[in-house]
């Protein structure tokens, strides 16, 4: 549907029943981010919050809450888009089907940027940053943040908007050193689409000039985070996406989102910096406080009626997992074509995202090999880490099914196949002082870490234990034994010290297990960690605190490990060290008094009472 307006979206929800009105006073300190939590985790409607504390405007959340709401609100266009980004990577396609491919062009050629002179609604109202809805969203916070921005840049060398980025990066508004007002945060890696105007801005000594849109119509938001083809812009996909142009006009010399809700123009002047976090993110754990480019606010603008939707990310699965399973229904096969022999990646959101890929490639190499082994998966696997923003991963499990039936979106089956056939004697691959995700602090310093490939292809080389075996329940100073998934067993031991106490009770470990290979034969891993009975307790738990908390080149051991010419390698099962360590930044937790306090809001007469399932 082509809604001109964040409101008109609204609206349509309201009216098929995926909406709820808040209607209480809400506190944006940590109140607003708790209640939208308590609806997502129960799977809720999105949520209208008519009074907010300290603001005259109205907030959203919870819009692409599920995936079903999130294609509900392009139902119209969905089909369109995934054939316009089909031809973008297959434009033979166009020429060898020119008239069912004609409507596409067409609305790809309908949907170009529209400079709108006249109708301006995002510029009825001057205010300041002070009275927008300052949302905290965890306890350790830095300030109040935008978590949903779409923050507008211009290439120096080539102004205008068809060369423009239109990213999210998150926005700090208060807190920290900032001057109320009149300085923000932007955090943004230098070689993002951003982090390339500013280095062009700077060369030639001029500041970079930043619009940070906040709402307008959805598709606007979506394309702000998907990773498009090469040369596709981004205000040209949300014209696709939402059935209607996106509108913009320039103001003071600054690009404005006509349609836009909010808008903050300023800039940024060279590498001037301050501190930014922390911030509850993605991974489940703060990302801490560093410097990052400071934005110098010029004016703040808002349409009457305004609405300020926002987000709140934290261990996953949340909202913002919902952007990733529509880029991938929309993508298609995008990366196929990109990385030739690759079939699927995965990238496990309940890991946090990037610690983890899951990868099913081909092996076509093997076949005149008297051992089935990695060959071709090995020169995938290389591909896949040299990609974008999979370049960020830790762990890449890959492995080739000759049959096709293998699919890297069935977590335990796709890991039960591999740790079926790995050979970690030889298929174990590390990438040693790499750059990794800036938000992940398992590694030895920021952007610091490693990498490591596990490959599997061939014939089955064990049957995965079902059950513990008695060997891992005789263990000193390692105890409270648990089957997490077939093959795989989670141990507990006391809290990690340093890593040189930690190669001592890893030694200690082998010692205990190197010359009972022969009952170790069905285990393929062994998990150290700092509470068994909680990874056990799920698959997302197993996840989460195993692929956050280990850095590969430091946290993973083997029993019966050996080097061999550069290879590290290991006879007997493979040792993840997955507890907490003191350089890791903080779990997040949930604020138990505020939790208390937005209970008024799901009792009788409150506006969520009974309005939904389970709460």
Known sequence: MAY???????????????????????????EMAAIHLRVHEANGPA?????????????????????????FIFRDTFKKVQQLIDLKNDPVKAIKHPIQNFNTGLAAMKALPLKNPSSKPV??????????????????????????????????????????????????????EYELNREIGLHYQIHRGIGVHQSKANKKGQPLKVSIFVGGPPSHTLSAVMPLPEGMSEMTFAGVLGGRRFRYTYHDGYCISTDADFVITGEVHGNDTKPEGPFGDHLGYYSLT?????????????RNNAIWPFTVVGR????????????????????????PGLKQV??????GVHPLLLAVGSERYTPYQQVKQPAELLTIANHILGTGQLS???????????????????????????????????????????????????????????????????????NLCKEIPAVLNELRSFEKARLVLPGVIAVQTKKFADYETAQQEFDSLNDQLKDKLELLKSVASIVVCDDADFIAASLNNYLWVTYTRCNPSHDLHGIDSFTQYKHWGC???????????PHHAPALEKDAATEKKIDRLFIIGGSLHNKIRGL
């Open 346 to 351: 995965h990238a496990v959101d309940a890991s």
């Open 571 to 581: 006879n007997g099962p493979l040792v993840f060290d997955a507890r907490i360590k």
């Open 47 to 71: 949520l209208l919050f008519e009074n907010v504390k300290g603001s005259k405007y109205k907030a959203a959340s919870n819009i692409f809450g599920t995936i079903e709401r999130s294609r």
């Open 392 to 462: 960020l991963a830790k762990f890449l499990f890959i492995t080739a099914d000759d049959r096709n039936l293998i699919s890297a979106y069935k977590i335990e089956d796709f890991l039960q196949y591999v740790l079926e056939r790995i050979d970690f004697s030889r298929d174990v691959h590390f990438q040693t002082n790499t750059t990794i995700d800036t938000l992940d602090y398992s590694g030895t310093g920021i952007n610091t870490g490693s990498k490591v490939i596990l490959a599997a292809y061939g014939d089955v080389k064990r």
């Open 123 to 176: 510029l009825a109202n001057e205010m300041q940053i002070s009275d927008l809805p300052l949302i905290y969203h965890w306890p350790m916070d830095g300030g109040a943040f935008v978590t949903l921005p779409q923050v507008y840049t211009e290439d120096i060398d080539q102004p205008g908007i068809m060369k423009a980025n239109l990213g999210m990066y998150r926005i700090q508004l208060s807190g920290n």
């Open 290 to 302: 560093h410097p990052f480019p400071v934005l110098k606010v010029h004016k703040v603008y808002a």
């Open 316 to 339: 996953p699965p949340q909202e913002d997992t919902m952007f990733g399973e529509l880029i991938h229904e929309l993508t298609g096969n995008a990366i196929k074509e990109e990385i």
């Open 4 to 30: 001109s307006s964040l409101e008109a979206c609204l609206n349509d929800l309201e009216k098929n029943n995926q909406l709820i009105r808040v209607r209480e006073e809400v506190d944006p300190y940590l």
